[in-house]
């Protein structure tokens, strides 16, 4: 952790106590360990709002902020130092420890966090919590239950609990210049391993070999894990949004989707490129594609400050729409087309999402039902698609079974926006020469 880091998660700390009114408590737990099967444990990652506030990565940790009449304080509660338990899973940071390294003002061992939690929150004017997590909520009540029953001797309980959630979520939307070279990080090594898998992608791979090939460039660039789980999709598989088997050979003729994207120190990259198994694109797949890319063109022109979210959705619509009905996938008018939504038999999903330490971030999309404005150190994706049904007999075969996405990662700007995906090929001459190479 470096010094700025450090700086980075108590400046953060700060904002959120500089929201709440004087006497209120905040507790936030650390993600709970999970068992994958028998005893033997999923990898272990920290649940990103905890991380946000504490930059502490191990398990059974629990943040307190306390805004008392003379300022706010921090408290960690922590495992202890054990050197038998590290001798068999690894380093602990420990009570002593903490504090100088997180910049954190009181540290205690983990087990005295119910009988300290009843000296934190008496008197308290309100405690904060998430309440979607049932093992904080449940703490909550107990430790509320506690101190009325200790009315009598002077214990005051508070009596208002507010959701911390939404006001962690408003804090994350919005990137700072660190988190935002962190993203950048994070995108450079999944651009370079999309850009490994066009190289040597070639008829006859298994689609599990391609994204072996992915999975090792993040590795060797430092990645530590797959932001989400990797789509490779050969042939009609591309029009499975969400395909994972990654298990069927790719074949002569076909496109291949992945959309992959990387995790850098809890924040994600979420890429998507589509090119052809064998290097070349064939007509029918040309038409598609570049019709994916006009719609992706389209939506990144409507990306500044004060634009409102749908407008990338309404410029993809606009350009996908009008796309189908020239290559008579779709008939009749326009406006008549967009207003059925008939284009959604192609492109049924959303432009895309708000991009951060989740890749499916944190973050409303809709103000009091209108479609929430854009600002300066939003990131999002931008993924407009066509997927054509396989098995679909009313349309030509030359169609069938095209599934294209294209993907980037975006952040908005002062004045526009920056790509932070853009030097990964995703023009036809582009991933022709690239593959050609």
């Known amino acids: 952790m470096t010094k700025l880091a450090t700086i980075e998660y108590s400046n953060r700390r700060k904002d959120l106590m500089q929201q709440l009114p004087r006497g209120a408590v905040v507790i936030i737990q650390c993600a709970p360990v999970y068992i994958r099967n028998g005893d033997v444990e999923h990898d272990y990652r920290q649940d990103s709002s905890f991380y946000y506030l504490s930059g502490m990565v191990e398990p059974h940790t629990t943040l307190v902020l306390v805004n008392g009449p003379e300022g706010c304080s921090s408290n960690i509660f922590c495992r202890s130092k054990d050197k038998l338990q590290e001798i068999w899973h690894g380093r602990r940071l420990g009570v002593d420890a903490a504090p100088h390294t997180l910049m954190i003002d009181n540290a205690y061992t983990s087990e005295t966090l119910e009988a300290q939690l009843i000296e934190l929150l008496d008197g308290a004017s309100q405690v904060v919590f998430g309440f979607s997590r049932e093992n904080t909520a449940e703490l909550v009540q107990q430790s509320l239950s506690k101190l009325r029953g200790l009315a009598r001797q002077g214990k005051i309980s508070p009596t208002q609990v507010v959701d911390l959630d939404p006001l962690v979520d408003a804090m994350r939307l919005l990137k700072s210049a660190a988190e935002i070279d962190q993203m950048a990080l994070a995108s450079n090594i999944s651009v370079v391993a999309h850009k490994r898998a066009m190289s040597v992608c070639k008829v006859g791979m298994n689609e599990f070999q391609l994204a072996a090939e992915v999975h090792h460039q993040f590795s060797v660039q430092g990645s530590q894990r797959l932001a989400y789980g990797s789509i490779v999709a050969g042939g009609d598989n591309a029009c499975i949004l969400h395909y994972t088997n990654n298990d069927q050979v790719l074949q002569d003729g076909d496109l291949v989707l992945i959309d992959a994207g990387c995790e850098l120190d809890h924040y994600a990259s979420d890429i998507t490129r589509t090119f052809p198994v064998n290097g070349r694109f064939s007509e029918a797949q040309k038409t598609i594609y570049e019709l994916v890319l006009s719609a992706h063109t389209a939506a990144l022109a409507c990306i500044k400050p004060g634009a409102v979210f749908a407008d990338m959705q309404n410029a993809a619509v606009e350009v996908i729409t009008q796309g189908l009905i020239d290559i008579g996938l779709l008939t009749g ?89 853009e030097y990964l090929p995703v023009t036809v001459a582009d991933i022709e020469t690239l593959m050609a190479g």
């Open 333 to 421: 008018e326009l406006d008549k087309n967009i207003a059925d939504q008939s284009y959604r038999k192609f492109y049924m999903h959303n432009i895309g999402h708000w991009l951060g330490m989740d890749v499916h971030d944190v973050g409303i999309y809709k103000f009091n039902g209108e479609s929430r404005p854009l600002i300066q150190g939003m990131v999002t994706t931008v993924e407009p698609g066509i997927y054509i049904d396989p098995d679909d007999v009313s349309i030509a075969p030359e169609w069938r079974g095209i599934g294209v996405r294209i993907e980037d990662n975006i952040l908005v700007t002062k004045d526009g926006y920056r790509n932070l995906t």
